[in-house]
């Protein structure tokens, strides 16, 4: 059974970093493009950034570009998401989620809600 | 930017009613390329549909998936107690790689 499961919410000081985790089991993220959505409570769904199979090719949502970095760590089967710089637009849950036909998402974890405030 | 609009924002219907939600695209999308995914309150998104058209695993026939170019439809065949929820399209392709549509939302007349 596929899962993956987001840690390392929580509230951040403008201008602070945090990294979120996605922890992956029922499959090996190093197989799959893995993704990171974010969506503000009530609101829509917005992609953030994907990380091919490859693990060297990335792409990000303009917004985020330049101060949010994927990478994943195949031995711990994991997908990370470093968050610099943050600012109050984004807050939100961030949820991760892998690849599927098509460039569906195909499975996602719960998600993992961060607060940028002061 | 490829723009996914949806229709309607919201859509009242009684369980055992035909739900039709609607998703226009900016320009033309692959249908390779087109999904629909499903949230309930409080819980992540479930892809419900891929490629246009295929279920999911898991995903019940009553739930069906159609369209082409610029214009496609999620299809609800008959509405069950647990099928109330907000509805997004959602495309692969251009930049940003993958956009959402603004949802619709199915609740209970």
């Known amino acids: 059974e596929v899962q993956l499961v987001e840690s390392g919410g929580g509230l951040v000081q403008p201008g602070g970093s945090l990294r979120l985790s996605c922890a992956a089991s029922?499959?090996?993220?190093?197989?799959?493009?893995m993704h990171w959505v974010r969506q503000v409570p009530g609101k829509g769904l917005v992609w953030v950034s994907r990380?091919?199979?490859?693990?060297?090719?990335?792409n990000y949502a303009d917004s985020v570009k330049g101060r949010f970095t994927v990478s994943r760590d195949n031995a711990n089967n994991a997908l990370y998401l470093q968050m610099n710089s943050l600012r109050a637009e984004d807050t939100a849950v961030y949820y991760c989620?892998?690849?599927?036909?098509?460039?569906?998402?195909?499975?996602w974890g719960q998600g993992t809600l961060v607060t940028v405030s002061s | 930017e490829i723009v996914l609009t949806q229709s309607p924002g919201t859509l009242s219907l009684s369980p055992g009613e035909r739900a039709t939600l609607s998703c226009r695209a900016s320009?033309?999308?692959?249908?390779?390329?087109l999904a629909w995914h499903q949230q309930k309150p409080g819980q992540a998104p479930r892809l419900l549909i891929y490629?246009?058209?295929n279920r999911a695993t898991g995903i019940p026939d009553r739930f069906s998936g159609s369209g082409s170019g610029t214009d496609f439809t999620l299809t609800i065949s008959r509405l069950e107690p647990e099928d109330f929820a907000v509805y997004y399209c959602?495309?692969?392709?251009?930049?940003?790689?993958?956009?959402f549509g603004g949802g619709t939302k199915v609740e209970i007349k």
């Open positions: 989620a892998r690849g599927g036909s098509g460039g569906s998402l195909a499975d």
């Open positions: 029922g499959f090996t993220v190093s197989s799959f493009w």
């Open positions: 990380i091919k199979s490859d693990g060297i090719s990335t």
């Open positions: 320009q033309s999308v692959n249908n390779i390329y």
């Open positions: 490629g246009t058209s």
């Open positions: 959602q495309q692969y392709g251009g930049s940003p790689e993958i956009t």
